[in-house]
Every structure is written in structure tokens, then in C-alpha cells.
């Protein structure tokens, strides 16, 4: 059976908004076995973003225990999760997030350089990469030289530069026409059946069917959690 990766253990994430304190998450518990995938779902202010924050290491819970590979990343200062961040953890954002000075072959390089591996095995990691998403013959255009599709294929090749132990999505296909949407998808689903762990956030239904388990989040709590 697959060992647990991610563990959340009755979590809560509250925010000081002048007078008000708002309570994001209210009690969330749940595990993520290794090479599954889930799409988190809800509508707008149900608590998704709060919840990729914690779940990216960009933030801390309020109360309640978050274990990732085993490691409990609750109460860990900020070098500690930046650390965790670097080496456990890829992301893939809905801007992309690449850096235009830099090509394909470079920006997939990023994360290594600030572990300080040395340059020829960065860009030898990178190469490969570049030509498991089917981006060979870019490597050297920059990021304006590429479509909406091509330059997400880059930022996933990013996240898996470092071989997380979790990939993590946010609205991944948000920006792209529906036929490079479809293009993106079917790279998740070879991840996924190469034995990556994906989360994704989105509030679209097609790509959240595409997942195997689909969490839905409402007014903070976990309102259904199905296997598909």
C-alpha cells in the first residue's frame, strides 16, 4: 500500500484583518499517499488558496499538524521551510512565472543553482527535461519566443528538476486556449502514471475530473472527498 506523503491533522489557518479575525480553514484533515492525484476544489473564498499556501510550505497552520514525507513542517522557521520548499517541492503557477531573460533551458535550471549543484549536471538535468515535455528543439528561445502551452511545458519542467516529492498546481491551464489546456493535461496524466504525487487547485470541473481523488472545500471544512 502507499505510504502516506502529506498529512494534514485537524488544521486551522485564521488571519487578523483589523477588528475581524477570519478563519480560513477550519479543522481540515486529510493524507495524500504517494503517486496520487488530487484536484482541491470550491468556490471563490472557501479557503483553496489558504490551503496550497500551507500545503507549498509558504505558510504556517494556526493550529493543527502538517507532516510532509514524514516531517512535521507546522513550526518550522522561515530558512527551514525555504529549505523544504527547495528540495521536496514543485510548483506550477497559472502566469507560468518564468524569467524572460533567461531560456527555456536556463529557467528550468533555477531551483538547482540554489542547491548548488554543479553546472554541468544542472544543465544536463535540464536538457532532459526540456525534452521529456517535448521542448528539444527550444532550448535556447526565451520565453516570449514561446506559446501560452510551451511555456507552461517549461514551468513543468521546472517543478520536476528537482524530483519533488510533490508537485503542486495552482489554476495550472487557467490561461491557455482549451486545445493547449487539453496538451497540459495529458503531461499531468504521464506524470501521474510515471508515479508523480500531483495536487492541483482549480475551480474547473474538466480538469478536476482528470484527477483520481477530488477534495471540495466550503466555508473552510472539507465538504466531500471522493476517489474517482
Known amino acids: 500500500m502507499p505510504k502516506s506523503i502529506v498529512q494534514f491533522n485537524n488544521v486551522h489557518k485564521s488571519y487578523q484583518m483589523g477588528t475581524f479575525l477570519v478563519e480560513a480553514l ?17 468556490s471563490s473564498g472557501c479557503g483553496k488558496s489558504t490551503l496550497l499556501n500551507l500545503l507549498g510550505c509558504l505558510d504556517r497552520p494556526t493550529t493543527g499538524h502538517y507532516l510532509l514525507g514524514g516531517e512535521d513542517v507546522s513550526a518550522m522557521d522561515d530558512d527551514s521551510l525555504s529549505a523544504v520548499r527547495g528540495a521536496r517541492l514543485g510548483f506550477i503557477f497559472q502566469s507560468y512565472n518564468l524569467i524572460q531573460q533567461l531560456s527555456v533551458v536556463e529557467n528550468i535550471e533555477i531551483p538547482l543553482y540554489y542547491q548548488d549543484r554543479p553546472e554541468a549536471e544542472s544543465r544536463e538535468r535540464a536538457t532532459i527535461l526540456a525534452k521529456r515535455v517535448g521542448l528539444e528543439h527550444r532550448l535556447d528561445h ?10 507552461q511545458r517549461v514551468a513543468i519542467a521546472r517543478a520536476l528538476v528537482n524530483d519533488p516529492l510533490v508537485i503542486l498546481a495552482d489554476e495550472p491551464t487557467g490561461n491557455l486556449d482549451s486545445t493547449s489546456g487539453v496538451e497540459i493535461l495529458k503531461v499531468f496524466d504521464e506524470l501521474h502514471a510515471q508515479g508523480k504525487t500531483l495536487i492541483i487547485v482549480t475551480h474547473d470541473p ?23
Open 26 to 42: 477550519r479543522g481540515v484533515t486529510f493524507d495524500i499517499a504517494e503517486g496520487d492525484y488530487i484536484s482541491i476544489m470550491g
Open 142 to 151: 526565451k520565453p516570449f519566443e514561446l506559446s501560452g502551452g510551451q511555456q
Open 206 to 228: 474538466t480538469v478536476g475530473r482528470r484527477a483520481r481523488r477530488t477534495i471540495r472545500l466550503r466555508d473552510g471544512h472539507i465538504e466531500s472527498d471522493v476517489r474517482h
